[in-house]
C-alpha cells in the first residue's frame, strides 16, 4: 500500500511537470466548502495559462513578494526557516517561512492545516518538485494555482477579473498588487486595496527593481 502511494505520487508529479494543472487540492477544499455551507453564488474560477503568454512582470513580482531566494535555494529557506524559530522563541507570534516551491506543493497536493501530517506531506512533495520539475514549471504552476481572492485562482482568473485584461498584458502595477494580497487573498483585496495591500504593492515594486528585474529569475 505505502509503496503503491509512493510510485503514485512520483508518478503525478511527473506528469505535471508536462501538463496543464486542471484543479488543486485547495481549489477542490474550497468547492467543497462552497457546496457544504450552501454557497449557491459561489463560483470557482481558474484557467491554465502557460508562462509564455503571462506578462514579466508577475513572475518577479511573486518572487520579490514571496521568496527571494527562490532561484537559488532547493526547495527550503533554511535561514528563514531558522530565524523564524529563533523569534517564536523570544516570544514573537510565528511567522511562516515558506518557499514558492512549498507553497506549490501544497496548494496543488493538500490542503489547509498545520498538523504535523501535513507539513510532512509538504515537505516530501516539495522535495519531489524540486527534483523533478526546474524552476520555470515550478513557477509556472505556481501562478497557475495561487488564490487571488476567494474562489480566483491562478494568473488568468485575476487579470481577467480584475483588470479585465489578459495575463500578458499586466503592468508591473497591477503585478503587484496581485502578489501584495497573497498573505491573505480573502481579505486583503485586489480591487478594492487597503492602505496596507497599496503600501506593500509599493515595496514590492521597489524589491523587484533591485533584484534586477525579470532577468534575476534566469527563466527566460
Known sequence: MALAWLAGSIALVLLLRFVPVPYSGFMAERQLAAWTAGEDNFRLRQRWVPLAQVSRELPIALVAAEDQKFPRHHGFDVEAIREAIEDAEDGERLRGASTISQQTAKNLFLW?????????????????????????????????????????????????????????????????????????????????????????????????????????????
Open 112 to 220: 489547509n492545516g498545520r498538523s504535523f501530517v501535513r507539513k510532512g506531506l509538504e515537505a516530501y512533495f516539495t522535495v519531489l518538485i524540486e527534483l523533478c520539475w526546474p524552476k520555470r514549471r515550478i513557477l509556472e504552476v505556481y501562478m497557475n494555482v495561487a488564490e487571488f481572492g476567494d474562489g480566483v485562482y491562478g494568473a488568468a482568473a485575476a487579470s481577467q477579473v480584475y483588470f479585465r485584461k489578459t495575463p500578458g498584458a499586466l503592468t508591473a502595477r497591477e503585478a503587484a498588487l496581485l502578489a501584495a494580497v497573497l498573505p491573505n487573498p480573502r481579505r486583503l483585496r485586489v480591487d478594492k486595496p487597503s492602505a496596507y495591500v497599496q503600501r506593500r504593492a509599493v515595496w514590492i515594486e521597489r524589491q523587484t527593481r533591485q533584484l534586477g528585474g525579470p532577468g534575476y529569475l534566469g527563466i527566460y
